[in-house]
């Protein structure tokens, strides 16, 4: 008897298109629902089915659940871009939040095994480092606040529903199926998308703020194997590397990568947490992780040579601006109001 059928949302992004194939590698049946806002119908993985659609119509999830009879849902749909979340408030709740609200009551209506959540070191904001999962979250923005809401009634719907929950905190994840051309979010990508267009590296403030970016292959194995783990539900983990560098280390990195050496453009600081990097010691334990992680040259080389065979890429322009006070300088002629 084959393995059950799986709900992907998102699983056209960047560490959806990773998760489903890992998925599909496992003996599961994949159905991916992704409505391309920020992925690509190219990073679907051949053997999964593809369904064009938002993870918030309750309508198309309801009649994706009587269709495939799904045991497992794995939510990776999101529009993550932190800094912009300031300026797009209802578009961030509606998407992250309320989305996920319909996700979860159609897994409790029908009493899937686990429902596999992607979060984000987001949901710490400034707490000391490294960040643990024992700490008591405090996010900085309202990306970080869907996150977090979401968590928290994961949490709520395993306690009246028993309904299981695996969640993940990954953080500055990187590597081939990630949007170039999205300028909002994703510094690897946004640095190697200006190189391919002879244009300087752009970095807010002098550069002195560090991150610990994550391979995808340090990621995606893990959230796609958890199902398998039953010591794994009901838990949080954070997931990804433990080394952070700062932005300004990473632009020279990427260059190297990319064989090309641009001017780097300091722009104005925006508000944003200056230093984020994460222990992994819990999904280690639980996930027996073994091999040492991606070093950050090896990652960007193989990144880069994706990136040259795709090319440079023009994302979509985001329309539906919210808040224009305190808007970067820099994102102004790449929004509007409309």
């Known amino acids: 008897m ?23 590698d496992l003996g599961y049946n994949v159905v991916i629902v992704d409505d391309l806002s920020g992925g690509f119908i ?47 408030r209802e578009f961030n709740y509606r998407n992250n939040l309320l989305s996920s609200i319909t996700l979860i009551n159609a897994a409790v209506r029908h009493e899937i095994k686990a429902f596999v959540f992607t979060s984000s070191i ?34 709520a719907a395993r306690e009246m529903f028993n309904l299981n929950y695996v969640i993940f905190r990954p953080h500055n994840v990187y590597g081939t199926n990630q949007n170039l051309g999205d300028p909002y979010r994703n510094v690897i990508g946004i640095f190697m998308n200006q190189i391919m ?61 990319m064989g090309k050496d641009l001017p780097i453009k300091f722009l104005p600081l925006r508000n944003e947490v200056l230093h984020a990097y994460a222990s992994h ?7 027996k992780i073994q091999s040492s992680p991606i070093s950050l040259n090896t990652g960007l080389r193989e990144m880069a040579d994706w990136a040259k065979k795709v ?17 970067p300088s820099s994102w102004k002629n790449l929004l509007s109001n409309k």
């Open 281 to 287: 010691d819990l999904a280690h334990r639980i996930f």
């Open 2 to 24: 084959g393995k059950p059928s799986v709900l992907v949302t998102g699983g056209a992004g960047f560490i959806g298109s990773h998760v489903a194939r890992h998925l599909v």
């Open 122 to 155: 987001a949901v710490y904001g400034k707490n000391q480092l490294p960040m643990t999962e024992e700490m008591t979250p405090l996010p900085e923005d309202p990306y970080g606040i869907s996150k977090l809401a979401v968590e928290l009634d994961l949490k």
């Open 197 to 257: 267009k002879g244009e300087p590296l752009t970095i807010f403030g002098d550069g002195s703020q560090s991150r610990a970016f994550s391979h995808i292959d340090d990621v995606a194995p893990s959230i796609a194997k958890c199902i398998e783990i039953p010591e794994s539900f009901n838990k949080t983990f954070n997931i990804g590397a433990d080394l952070p560098v700062t932005v300004k280390d990473l632009a020279h990195e990427v260059m190297k990568s």
């Open 42 to 88: 190219d990073n679907v993985p051949e053997r999964a089915l593809f369904v064009e659609g938002n993870a918030g119509d309750g309508a198309l999830i309801e009649n994706l659940f009587y269709e495939h009879r799904f045991e497992y849902i794995f939510h990776l749909a999101a529009y993550a871009a932190e800094g912009l979340s300031h300026f797009i």
């Open 311 to 327: 090319g440079a890429r023009r994302g979509k322009p985001f329309t539906g601006l919210e808040i224009s006070k305190n808007l």
